[in-house]
């Protein structure tokens, strides 16, 4: 059986674990502001960092794939913290499937619209713009071989918790933006 096509190389996938974890960064003070002290969110976007520098092997990144994040998801106090601890979780969880880079982003953006006052529509659209202008060339080409979101059913863009609200909305102006050739360009 082939690998889905959300998955992608390692190197790719690393490449992608680095600005996931940026992604995520942007948010953890949303996070760390409602929960201080509670380290599971920052230590899920360390992993990923660790995975992106070759510091962590793909198989040990896997089976840890940001599970501590996802509980301190659970259990936040806020949807804003709830959102920004789940683009750890998916930061960390690019090691198995490349696609969930867009997962980090899109989450990331979800957190800066509920910890915003204003429209929602605005705040992703500054997110979006904000997380493609900080991609690499090698991200941005990593991102545009993947699937488009709700295309393909198997992995995380299939239609479902990453394809609707304020997430899906920022991956698809993540989309969008990269659809145009002059964006995810500017750095090498």
């Known amino acids: ?59 040990t990144a896997i089976r840890r794939r940001g599970a501590p994040a996802g509980a301190a998801a659970r259990d936040a106090p806020t949807p804003a913290a709830t959102a920004a601890a789940y683009a750890a979780e998916q930061a960390a969880a690019v090691a198995h499937m490349g696609a969930h880079a867009l997962g980090a982003a899109g989450y990331a953006g979800k957190a800066a619209v509920l910890a915003a006052d204003g429209d929602g529509a605005e705040v992703i659209d500054a997110e979006a ?51 145009t050739p002059t964006h995810g360009r500017e750095h090498s």
């Open 129 to 179: 713009r904000h997380q493609v202008n900080a991609m690499s060339t090698a991200v941005a080409d990593a991102i545009r071989r993947l699937p488009a979101l709700g295309t393909n059913r198997s992995g995380p863009l299939a239609a479902g918790r990453l394809s609707s609200g304020h997430v899906g909305a920022t991956i698809r102006a993540i989309e969008t933006l990269l659809a």
């Open 1 to 59: 059986m082939a690998p889905s096509p959300q998955t992608l190389s390692v190197q790719d996938r690393q490449f992608l674990a680095s600005w996931a974890a940026d992604c995520a960064d942007h948010v953890l003070p949303i996070f760390e502001d409602a929960v201080p002290g509670d380290e599971r969110v920052r230590d899920a976007i360390t992993q990923a960092r660790a995975f992106a520098a070759g510091d962590l092997d793909v198989h």
